[in-house]
């Protein structure tokens, strides 16, 4: 599917609402479902019906419940949450890989709750291009939820426990985010106290790559960028992309993508002109 445009997609919020309390002990019970697809956080701990009996979530469950599958919760004591209730040309749950109609716990629940105030915000606001920006919304909650699930999923599969997954993330954004700096292996490796060997190991498994070839990448990346500003050199480019060598710059350039620097800006300006 293509979602480039609101109007290719049949998407809407039916009603949401952010952080809503309901009365204490109080019970939804929709045998057929509600007709359409219903997100939930449980702020508290919830009763939530299942496999013919009540099982207790704890508090920030979350749940995905598909059109035409009962509904049927109640709260223990308080019964706090917040919501969507929307209808969807595309199935989310397989687009996004969010598991429908079964309780789980994505690690990142309060990004969560920040997508759905923003939603509800927007569908109340109804502003210009309002549908479009609730659907925007509705893919930012979607996206954040299956990322939440990795997190928890990469969490249990870190078999020491440390934290280690979530140190790698950090340190290959900052890698990332100051493409430009002389990173080498050594500063890599010292930053995790890891030896080289096992960071590399490690750096494998969570990112399916290797530091050499992601950096490299975001720094090809940004000279095709600067490669449009006719007012650069492509010495300085080099430079400004974290190559102090214009000769290993212009290498690695044209193996990637056929051409040295200088013949892509030349096929770049002849492109604009026609």
Known sequence: MNFSTISDVDFSIQFCEYNYSNPDYDQIYRPKGSGDYLFLLFKVPMKVYRDQKFHISRENACILYAPGCEQHYKAVQKFRNSYVHFSCQEDPGERFGIPLNTVFYPGNYEDIDECIRLLHKEHISNDLFSDEYEYTLFRQLMITVARGLETQQMRGNVADGDGLYFEFRKLRLEMLTNYAKPWDTEELCRQINLEKSQFYACYQKFFHSTPHADLLQIRMDK????????????????????????????????????????????????????
Not at 229 to 254: P, W
Request: glycine share 4%.
């Open 223 to 274: 000279a095709k960028n600067l490669l449009t500003n006719e007012a650069l050199t492509v010495q300085h480019i080099a430079q400004m992309c974290g190559f102090s060598d214009y000769s290993h710059f212009s290498r690695y350039f044209k193996k990637q993508t056929g051409c040295s620097p200088a013949q892509f800006r030349k096929r770049l300006m002849e492109t604009v002109t026609l």
